[in-house]
């Protein structure tokens, strides 16, 4: 192919090894290339990186690109270096001698793209540094981190509008994968990009397979998903609280799976070692909080798992987002109960947030909530979320693999909603259950309430049952939790035509088993030969990361690797059609690949001289 006269083009195959581009990849390309500002929104692995590193590499100058973490500028610093070019960061963890050299490189040219936190870019000298360098772009990663709204609110992204006014003819691109639109209008609004824009791709992850459950023994849910679908693959885990983190990370170790916890309550060189072996490593698995993940970079992630309910579909969508970013199959997987919900309303409630964040807090958790009760397609529930329609059910969650039963639940709601109602709305969903179940406890009679017309009305229905159904009465709007935090159930407004036999209801029909269909793993191969082919491929990649000191994942993606196994390249210009494979990278470690690839039995590949 001759991409003499397509200078973006040319690199995307030179370079990074990519035949074509994707989705809108080529409009925000040229768009930046010829001096435009742009908002890109792109799911994770979508390739939003390439919209700045290729405008950075066919401009004038250097990209200079704002990312909200050190660790992150390391590992697409160390990524860009492996496929030859020039890039840097500028950072807390640079000696003064390796810092002069970054500088006095930015001055002369010899950066293609240099990386600065936001905090080191704000800063006087950087700025007066920035004045003389020849600049090619701003490209301010993570954009989300400006608004007030999000969980990974920065202030410091605030004040990036200065790059606007101080160097008005550089072009600049925001960049994120996770913004409803709302946060669109205030990242246009907080970082002054009057002119960009705005590319919006298709927010769909098609490998990714949503399944949600309502929890049961959540230890034993979660093993059993491990076990059966991910025996030896990496994997984050998010759990609300830093116990039930280290909880869950010892557990997992002892069952022999290589788990790692991390929270902001561990010191930070534990979570940097942790983090490290988490991205050096293949198959570890990372138990965290919420403070562990945005920009993690790790492609073969194959799964991502909930042990309890996050704060919003915004928040799911950009942690389960970490799973599959080389685009082969994964998983996401939730398990989530009432109580998540009573807890998470409750810190919602008890902050110090005023009353109008609080509703758009509460809002979030609603929408989060009502996603986990579908009985339709999630895909398209969460696409809708974003504004974006699809047409067909995905046929890769698991109520389009195992469509949900539902059952007339009209009559016991009623009994529920009146039960709360003849209670006084001051007691939680256990209290209100036993009630209706005609409940032995003290209580109940301390207060009057085996005399009221609900006590024992529900006695034909499990305890699980009734669980199910407050659930859903709170994920439909029927119900709410109160605003003091005692977790005592109200009614709406909402409620009152169920009341009054104006309407009727159907609901998820729970305790049922239910299991999507298996699906072959990403990495697993049906023949033997093949599955052998592509383990000593792995153990290649593996000695060469090794060498060279970074992941195994800079070398070359799964999914390359996998390619590999499926058209057996026997020479070097074979290898150069793999996608991911780079001229610089064809160079450095082409030949390794092919002794393997040419070997009639695969052997695993070993050092020299073992």
């Not at 979508?46 to 066919?58: N, W």
């Not at 009209?410 to 039960?419: D, G, I, Q």
């Not at 793993?521 to 000593?536: E, H, S, Y």
């Not at 996998?562 to 020479?571: F, I, L, S, T």
Request: aromatic share 8%; proline share 5%.
């Amino acid at each position: 192919m001759d991409h003499r006269f397509d200078p973006a083009l040319e690199c995307l195959h030179r370079v990074f090894g990519y035949h074509d581009f994707r989705g809108r990849q080529r409009e925000i390309i040229d768009h930046i290339r010829e001096g435009g500002d742009a908002l890109v929104l792109m799911p994770t692995g979508g390739g939003k990186s390439l919209c700045y590193q290729i405008p950075a590499l066919v401009r004038s100058g250097t990209g200079v690109v704002v990312s909200p973490l050190i660790a992150l500028m390391k590992d697409q610093v160390d990524a860009l270096r492996e496929a030859g070019v020039r890039a840097a960061s500028l950072d807390s963890t640079r000696t003064g001698a390796e810092a002069a050299r970054i500088r006095r490189d930015l001055l002369t040219g010899e950066l293609d793209l240099l990386y600065l936190a936001p905090e080191r870019l704000l800063m006087d000298s950087t700025l007066e540094l920035l004045d003389r360098a020849p600049t090619a772009l701003f490209a301010i990663d993570e954009a989300h981190c400006v608004s007030q709204w999000g969980h990974d609110f920065r202030p410091e992204y605030l004040q990036l509008s200065i790059l606007g006014e101080r160097f008005p003819g550089v072009p600049r691109i925001a960049l994120t994968a996770t913004a409803d639109p709302r946060t669109r209008q205030e990242i246009l609004a907080r970082l002054a990009l009057n002119r960009a824009e705005v590319f919006v791709s298709s927010f769909d992850r098609p490998n990714i397979r949503y399944r949600v459950t309502p929890k049961g023994n959540t230890r034993d849910q979660l093993w059993r998903f491990i076990r059966q679908e991910h025996p030896d693959d990496a994997g984050i885990v998010y759990c609300l609280s830093r116990k039930r983190v280290d909880e869950t990370a010892a557990w997992l170790a002892s069952q022999g799976r290589d788990a790692l916890p991390y929270h902001a309550g561990l010191p930070a060189e534990t979570r940097r070692l942790h983090q490290e072996r988490f991205l050096h490593g293949e198959g570890v698995i990372i138990v965290a909080t919420i403070a562990f993940g945005m920009g993690i970079d790790k492609p073969d992630v194959r799964f991502v798992a909930h042990l309890d309910l996050p704060k919003s579909l915004e928040a799911y969508y950009q942690e389960t987002g970490r799973a599959g970013r080389d685009g082969l199959p994964a998983n996401a997987w939730l398990a989530y109960g009432l109580q998540d919900v009573i807890t998470l309303r409750q810190m919602v409630d008890q902050s110090e947030a005023d009353e109008a964040r609080k509703r758009v807090e509460r809002g979030k958790l609603e929408a989060m909530l009502a996603f986990c009760e579908l009985t339709t397609c999630r895909r398209q529930a969460l696409l809708q979320h974003f504004g974006e329609e699809l047409d067909e059910p995905c046929g890769n969650c698991d109520t389009c693999l195992e469509p949900v039963e539902t059952w007339d639940a009209t009559e016991p709601a009623r009994k529920a909603l009146s039960c709360i109602y003849r209670t006084g709305q001051r007691f939680g969903t256990g209290y209100v259950i036993d009630v209706l179940r005609g409940g032995a406890d003290e209580r109940i009679r301390r207060n009057g309430h085996h005399r009221t017309s609900t006590y024992g009305i529900g006695a034909d229905l499990p305890a699980a049952t009734w669980r199910s159904l407050f659930r859903q009465l709170l994920a439909r709007g029927l119900v709410t939790v109160d605003e003091e935090g005692y977790g005592t159930l109200q009614l709406t407004e909402a409620s009152r035509p169920l009341l009054r036999g104006e309407s009727t209801l159907e609901l998820r029909r729970e305790g049922v088993k239910r299991r999507a269909k298996a699906k072959r793993t990403a990495t697993r191969f049906d023949d033997p030969d093949d599955q052998a082919l592509f383990d000593a491929l792995r153990r290649c990649r593996r000695q060469l990361a090794d060498e060279h000191g970074v992941p195994p994942y800079v070398i070359f993606h799964d999914a390359t690797l996998v390619e590999m196994v499926e058209q057996r390249p026997a020479d070097t210009e074979e290898l150069a059609g793999i996608t991911g494979v780079g001229e610089r990278k064809l160079e450095r470690y082409g030949d390794a690949f092919l002794d393997i690839l040419s070997t009639s039995h695969h052997p695993a590949y070993r050092p020299s001289g073992e």
